[in-house]
C-alpha cells in the first residue's frame, strides 16, 4: 500500500469550488465567508501554510517577524 503511487488531486481552485458549492445553501455566512471556508477546506495542509506565508507577506509583515526572530533566537541563526 506504502508503494503505491499517491492519487493526483484536482488544481485548488477545482477543489475550492466544488466545496463551495456544497456550502452553497449553509445559512448564517455571506458568500465571502463561504468562499474562504471553502479554500480553507479543500486546501492541503501544504496548500494552507502557502495561503498564509502569501498573505503575511502581501501585508509586508514577514520581514517584521523574521527580524524579531533574529533577535529572540541568536543561536539558530549561526
Given at each position: 500500500?506504502?508503494?503505491?503511487?499517491?492519487?493526483?488531486?484536482?488544481?485548488?481552485p477545482?477543489?475550492?469550488?466544488?466545496?463551495?458549492?456544497?456550502?452553497?445553501?449553509?445559512?448564517?455566512?455571506?458568500?465571502?465567508?463561504?468562499?474562504?471556508?471553502a479554500?480553507?477546506?479543500?486546501?492541503?495542509?501544504?496548500?494552507?501554510?502557502?495561503?498564509?506565508?502569501?498573505?503575511?507577506r502581501?501585508?509586508g509583515?514577514?520581514?517584521?517577524?523574521?527580524a524579531?526572530?533574529?533577535?529572540?533566537?541568536?543561536?539558530?541563526?549561526?
Open positions: 500500500m506504502k508503494n503505491e503511487a499517491r492519487r493526483k488531486l484536482p488544481p485548488l477545482v477543489r475550492a469550488a466544488r466545496i463551495l458549492a456544497r456550502l452553497k445553501h449553509v445559512r448564517g455566512l455571506s458568500d465571502e465567508e463561504k468562499s474562504v471556508h479554500l480553507g477546506l479543500a486546501a492541503t495542509p501544504q496548500e494552507r501554510w502557502d495561503l498564509f506565508e502569501n498573505s503575511v502581501s501585508f509583515l514577514l520581514e517584521a517577524l523574521e524579531e526572530h533574529i533577535e529572540c533566537f541568536p543561536a539558530l541563526n549561526r
